[in-house]
């Protein structure tokens, strides 16, 4: 980059050097900062609280595996299962739907209708929430227009079981499905089509053997984030007061505020330790799966 | 191609009528209340309730408060990651890939961690005025240090898209031997060329704010989700209009600023 | 490997490709307008046209990837409009990225063999002779982002190949190539082409590349043949002045026609071919068929000289404005500098003549 610049004296050079170094690490450094503040410290306080046992009696703190191994029985072990059995169903089932309608609008003619779409999802994906558990308590909880209008419930329809909150959570893992898969399907090119058409392969084979294949980092990619999406997900669940589904992120903030037992703060912070782990595991796996897409489909 | 179209036909009005039933429904279950027939009294009062527009502001506040931070914190940090320490963006990479791995939920039990050593270990040292003040519960900043931290993911790939399609150096280096200075330089050739990123990331990080809900309700605090929540217990036609309201009015804002932002687009090219 | 080869050229003979009356219109763009064209067996017969002219779209009804709104495609005299991409038996090349990323360069090569059921060992058995024949013997197991722009479109050529088509076809396949690759591929194609005898149509936009692979070149304009004819005639007896014009460098002269001879330059000079109705007329002139030489009372100057090595081509501004190129080998070009006062002749030949521009 120096050798672009003009030509000068020895002294300006140097200095030139100098200024230009200097602003680039310190222009990151505030990010850095910030990151270790907010960011750090809390995460520390909670590896330090997950470890921490305050004797009963004396009130002294000394360090225990305790916490943690409350954390994985009984109640709180069911509701991390849960958690992960739900998180799991709903990205899988939402990751297809999700390619299926990515499909549909990318390679639609109407510019309209993609924009749109892509717009929805962005919300959906990023807002969701609150919003969108009252809309399904309004529709299809026990006093909702369709369970009301249709008699779902005679059915045996109940918004508040398993697969009542795998319905909502579609409800955001779908668009960001969408959002995740779009620039992948975008990214495939039409001369591969046609190659593999002119190697004497159907349509089928196509995407048997080339669509898929070439997919396969971002599609797994997806189902990665959209694991953690669900897996994370609390103010959905918070909101559909009177859930049966046992959920982790709910035993978590019952613990913090003391709902069922008192005194349960550190066993709520080995719970979250738990989430970092599961939801690390998976991400680690994420990473190098979307370096390879990005590679192939830049 | 012709033959895809029924399959895709199908697939969109399956979609279509998964995302919208619920709108309409929702829609219908605040007009029509049992007992009293149809009545838009779930729309007229939402104004007068009582911490709609209290909460709802602090939403706004909060959620402008974080758009400024993240835009302060990443863009220097990503342009200089383009201009002068590559080296740095591995590290740049996982910080802002973390917060991924942490839900939002652990993040705030940590986060109540912390703000508790204030009374428990600092309350002699002046550090505690500055635990108190960030948890006021008219500006709670401690909820926009969550959000940035929080937005950090979305806000990284918005940007690191919107740079890889320019070429920051040398838009620099021509804005230089054109007689710029360096911050005219950024200000002048290279802000207006991520105009789009810039938009993106604020737009991404408004919807998070103003929907988020964990953080605040595990901190104590009540911003717009946090009273949906609240007073969907007495008012339950009223939560749900707020809530329908409140997805499409953002849905409405993403789509005509997308329109503005790709005309913007189109425009800078031709 | 050579067994291969010759078995190939024996076991089939090289196929004929018939466009009849062929339509196709995109929305309102009419993207050919009746063409017709006939490729004889084993020949390499090379698409040219301006972009927009339709000759990729022709390529691309013969690969089946595009139907015609009217007229026919024969293979060996037979229609194949009918029979879907997959069944045509024509290999093609794409102008660029068209390697499955996630194959490496055998398994690409292997592709059309594996859809059809081949056994694995066979197929990379195959596979690997092809990749031998286009020099890539040792690059197998490569990934197509580990080759560069030219290996991989060797490879691409070897995976047109790997089915025995009947007629090869190449869409642009050098125009993402940097100059030097591009000429080694462009003989490369051409030794291999001659040893398969494989009937190949080469699509192309740049002339240079046409002239001087081909044994015919088709120019297309508009969605129509202009000129099918062998590259000599083509540049020699180009009978159209579009074709003159796209084909090689050519001035335009104003001139006065008079029944079958023109008047140009103060000489009266035979016409070639048809002439317009109209007596006011350009003459098509090319560079190396001009005279230039000093003269102090010409009213023609030399605006300009660029040194191509052997020669030298000047521009010439007439009296009237109209700028001539001329070639002039470069000994005779060094005395005749910009500014240099010149007049201007023709040699008494034929010449092509056309209805005035503008």
Known sequence: MTATLPKAGAVPVASMKRRRRAPGWLAVLPLLVF??????????????GAFTVKGQTTGAT????????????GAYLTALLGSVKLSAVSAAIAAVLGLSLAQAVVTSRFRALREAVLTASGVLANFGGVPLAFAFVATLGNSGVLTRHLGLAKHGWDLYSFWGLITVYLYFLIPLMVLTITPALEGLRSHWREAARNNGATALQYWRHVALPVLAPSLLGGLVLLFGSAFAA????????????????????????????????NVALALSLDMVLVAGLVMAMYLPLQRRSARWLA | MARLNPWRWCVLACAGLYFLVPLAAS?????????????????????????????LLLSLELAAATIAAVLLLMVPAMVALRLGAPKLRPVVDVVCSLPLVVPPIALAAGMGTVLKWGPEHLSRTPLFQTFVAIQNPSFPFVLVLAYVVMALPFAYRALDAGLRAIDVPTLVEAARSCGASW???????????????????????????????????????????????????????????????????????????????????????? | MTATTRDKAVAEKAATVEFRRLRREFGKTIALDGLDLAVRPGELLALLGPSGCGKTTALRLLAGFEHPDAGE??????????????????????????????????????????????????????????LELVGLGDKGERFPHQLSGGQQQRVALARALALRPRVLLLDEPLSALDAKVRLTLREEIRRLQRELGITTLFVTHDQEEALSMADRVAVMRAGRLEQCAPPSELYGRPATAFVAEFVGTMSRIPGHLDGTTVEVLGQRLPADGEVPATPEVDVLVRPEAVHVAAEGQGDARVVATAFLGATTRLTVRMADGVEIKADLSTHEAAALAAGTAVRVSLPRRPVLVAERAH
């Open chain 2, 27 to 55: 829609v219908v279950f605040t007009v029509d209340v049992p007992g009293q027939g149809v009545t838009f009294d779930a729309y007229t009062h939402i104004l007068s309730a009582d911490g709609f527009l209290s909460s």
């Open chain 1, 234 to 265: 609390y103010a959905t669940a918070a909101a559909m007061v009177g859930s049966s589904v046992p959920l982790v992120t709910l035993q978590i903030a019952d613990a913090i505020s003391g709902n069922v037992l008192v005194g349960q703060e």
């Open chain 3, 73 to 130: 495609v024969l293979v060996d005299g037979q229609d194949v409009t009918g029979v879907p991409a997959h069944r045509r038996d024509a290999g093609m090349v794409f102008q660029s990225y068209s390697l499955f990323p996630h194959l490496s360069a055998v398994d690409n090569v292997a592709f059309g063999l594996r859809m059809r059921k081949v056994r694995t060992a066979e197929r990379r058995a195959r596979a690997a002779v092809l």
């Open chain 1, 62 to 73: 000394s360090y225990s595996l305790s916490n943690l191994t409350t954390s994985l029985h």
């Open chain 2, 183 to 270: 911050p005219q330089a950024l200000v002048r050739a290279v802000l207006p060329n991520l105009r789009g990123a810039l938009l993106n990331t604020s737009f991404l990080t408004l919807a998070l704010v103003l929907g988020e809900f964990t953080v605040a309700q595990l901190l104590g605090f009540q911003p717009f989700a946090v009273w949906i929540v609240t007073v969907s217990g007495s008012q339950a036609q009223l939560s749900v209009a707020v809530s329908v309201l409140s997805l499409l009015v953002t849905w409405a804002l993403l789509l005509a600023l997308a329109g503005f932002g790709g005309r913007s687009r189109t425009a800078s090219r031709g």
């Open chain 1, 35 to 48: 990151t270790a503040l907010a960011f750090g410290l809390p995460a520390l306080a909670m590896f330090n």
